[in-house]
């Protein structure tokens, strides 16, 4: 329990932190969303956009996600910034793998592990979407995306990108899984 509040707060300091550096972030487009859904170690999931098929496979995933106990404290910001996962796509049978990683800090929010996560992150997208403050300024959505789930991944020769929002497995839990424990939770957005 203690494990999680003091992440939730690692978590926050980061958000910000990063939010202090916005002006970095309204440059970074990240378009409408297309797809959230669930990718696990020796599945493929296929999904279409605009007649085109895409498909995607869990290749190699990896995390640098500590124990709190590991934490310097004494330059927590710059630690917290190279946190994250990493879920390494196959795209379409391309030999040439994709990094997707987590927003900086790990993952925004734990991994219910109870069959609703996909529709958790997509809740968590239409609050975003709905906030009083989206509502009156455009680039809020935005800027509150990236914050949340990073800058994502560009899908190279498309106008796509892939976020990471959920990982099941950090290196605290974890330190010796291998790439078949691991399942994400992940975004797809198409740029105007």
Request: charged content about 20%; aromatic content about 10%.
């Amino acid at each position: 329990m203690k494990y999680k509040i003091i992440r939730a707060l690692l978590i926050f300091s980061c958000v910000g932190f990063l939010a202090c550096k916005s002006e970095d972030l309204t440059t970074d487009n990240v378009g409408q969303v297309v797809n959230v859904f669930e990718l696990k170690y020796g599945e493929s999931i296929g999904i279409q956009v605009d007649n085109n098929n895409y498909i995607f496979a869990l290749k190699n995933a990896s995390n640098n996600v500590p124990c709190l106990g590991l934490v310097d404290f004494v330059d927590y910001q710059k630690q917290i910034l190279e946190i994250r996962a990493h879920a390494y796509l196959q795209i379409n049978g391309n030999n040439k793998l994709l990094d997707v990683q987590s927003a900086p800090g790990g993952t925004a929010f734990d991994y219910l592990d109870n069959g609703t996560d996909v529709s958790d992150i997509q809740r968590r997208i239409d609050e975003l979407k709905s906030t009083g403050v989206a509502l009156k300024d455009s680039t809020y959505f935005n800027q509150a995306f990236i914050k949340v789930f990073g800058s994502g991944a560009l899908i190279k020769n498309t106008s796509l990108k892939i976020f990471l929002a959920k990982t099941n497995i950090t290196q605290c839990q974890q330190p010796n899984a291998t790439v078949e424990q691991y399942k994400f939770i992940l975004i797809v957005t198409k740029q105007s």
